[in-house]
């Protein structure tokens, strides 16, 4: 979380959040858990914004 704030961001995507933190959770699946928490607490919220006719994108 300290270096989305301390870049200046306030959104990020999933896939984003995990080039941040450098691939330490091996894959994205062992990092969804830790997502899942960071949600449950508020640290998090998920945002979903339409892309013009694919798949809704997410952000948190």
Known sequence: MRRL??????EISKRGLFQLVNGRMGNMERMQPRLNVLLRRG???????????????KSF
């Open 5 to 10: 704030l301390d870049a200046g961001q306030t």
């Open 43 to 57: 640290y998090l919220c998920l945002k979903k914004h339409g892309t013009g006719g694919r798949p809704t994108g």
